[in-house]
């Protein structure tokens, strides 16, 4: 079995930072890849970066590219996900997923994606 567990939403205003820290165990310390999705409100869950190990690449949705930087600590099994430059779309629930399985799907995909922490929120104000 494996957990992922999110930790540093908030509220912050526009064009502030925030880093969430997403920490893994048991079987998502090996993980193929590893992601951020979030979901607003009354919207589907959508896809906000991911990075694979092999090849070892990283994948940003357009809407979050060059504000957002996702990164990982292999030391600590802990992957960030470095948010600058924050708008009121930022806001929502963000989730941290992991891929344990070796898949050939799309890193974009949430259904590629076999674990998943309980979210946290983050919330820019105007």
């Known amino acids: 079995q494996g957990k992922l567990v999110e930790s540093g939403g908030g509220l912050v205003q526009s064009g502030g930072s925030l880093r969430l820290t997403c920490a893994a165990s048991g079987r998502t310390s090996s993980s193929y890849a590893m992601g951020w999705f979030r979901q607003a409100p009354g919207k589907e869950r959508e896809f906000v970066a991911a990075f694979s190990w092999s090849p070892s690449t990283t994948y940003y949705a357009d809407s979050v590219k060059g504000r957002f930087i996702i990164s990982r600590d292999n030391a600590k099994n802990t992957v960030y996900l470095q948010m600058n430059s924050l708008k009121p779309e930022d806001t929502a629930v963000y989730y941290c997923?992991?891929?344990?399985?070796?898949?050939?799907?799309?890193?974009?995909?949430?259904?590629?994606?076999?674990?998943w922490g309980q979210g946290t929120q983050v919330t820019v104000s105007s």
């Open positions: 997923a992991a891929r344990t399985t070796y898949s050939s799907g799309s890193y974009y995909r949430a259904a590629n994606y076999n674990y």
